[in-house]
């Protein structure tokens, strides 16, 4: 995961205290002009480098996976606080976030200017007046750091959203599981992973993606259900779960459709089959038809049928899905 090890981000209260009591210890080593001098340099580094630590540690999402791009996205459209730009438009998600790290990036170098500035003002000067100007520049440096506090919790609030979900990984081939709820989506995935999967919680489901894996010719295969998500009608959900099913439309590698012929699921099989034409529309990624509960009816043109509670052709429903994905291992041919 590439937000896993984003470190924590301070506040600028806590920070302008560690470098102003940082800069008073490193004065109380020298003395007269010099002591002013080490104290400016102290604190204005600490200052300018903390601040912009907390901007290179975050990836560069002009160049990540479209998928975790999307991904957080949609995490911090529900998880961010909002930020007004310049033009009063609100600025959510990811450009709120983007917007708040150019803000940090301006303090730290406006930081650095005024370290310049007063260092020059200090090297010809006497002591009261060095320890005047040192106490001008903590000042002007401790307004840019104040300036930039709603910012510096802004990205503490997108680090603590993004750096603990869970582990999907986009350059592993990937089968997204989608269809109405009680079709036996879940069931199947449990089935083929040996119930060897992990519950997701992401905040924009209620009850969390299912993510599997399976191994196929030593190569291992993601499979994702996404209860919440791809189980009812793009009207029906809100602009946060559409994003969340953006991402998951740069992830699949292959879409498994399951239909319940026999009308058990609770849904009519016409409004099953409009769901699957609209996933097959918002999808790239080739979509497969799978009926599932063959054993009650196969009353539906599909690409394959099966029963999970019977065990029938569980397996063959898997390996057409890893056909269709296609995926070339890495390891070289024997």
Request: with cysteine; hydrophobic share 40%; aromatic share 6%.
């Amino acid at each position: 995961m590439i937000f896993e090890g984003l470190p924590t981000t301070p506040w600028s209260e806590e920070l302008i205290d560690k470098a102003f009591s940082r800069a008073a210890r490193s004065g109380r080593a020298k003395s007269g002009v010099e002591a002013q001098q080490s104290m400016l340099q102290t604190a204005g580094n600490i200052l300018s480098d903390n601040l912009e630590n907390v901007v290179t540690e975050w990836p560069d999402f002009g160049v990540v996976d479209p998928f975790y791009r999307d991904l957080a996205d949609a995490v911090l459209r529900r998880e961010l606080s909002t930020r007004t730009a310049e033009d009063g438009t609100e600025q959510v998600g990811l450009d709120a976030l983007r917007a708040s790290l150019s803000e940090v990036t301006w303090a730290s170098r406006q930081v650095e200017e005024i370290q310049r500035e007063y260092n020059s003002k200090l090297r010809k000067t006497d002591v009261d007046t060095a320890r005047k100007h040192r106490k001008q520049a903590f000042a002007r440096m401790a307004d840019v750091v104040e300036e930039v506090s709603t910012d510096l919790r802004r990205v503490g609030e997108a680090r603590d959203a993004l750096r603990d979900l869970p582990d999907i990984r986009p350059d592993e081939p990937t089968i997204v599981v989608a269809g109405y709820p009680n079709v036996g989506k879940s069931s199947f995935v449990n089935d083929v992973t040996r119930a060897s999967n992990e519950i997701a919680r992401y905040p924009f489901t209620t009850r969390g993606i299912q993510i599997g894996h399976f191994e196929r010719d030593h190569i291992r295969y993601q499979i994702i259900d996404t209860p919440g998500l791809l189980d009812r009608p793009e009207a029906e959900r809100n602009d946060i779960e559409s994003q969340a099913v953006s991402a998951l439309a740069h992830l699949a590698d292959a879409v498994l459709f399951v239909v319940d012929a026999s009308g058990a699921c609770g849904y009519p099989l016409d409004a099953q089959l409009d769901l699957r034409d609209a996933i097959v529309e918002r999808f790239d990624a080739p979509v497969i038809t799978v009926c599932n509960k063959s054993d009650r009816s196969r009353d539906v043109e599909a690409d394959a049928y099966m029963s999970v509670t019977e065990g029938e052709n569980v397996e063959g429903v898997l390996d057409l899905a890893v056909e269709t994905v296609d995926w070339e291992s890495d390891l070289p041919s024997r």
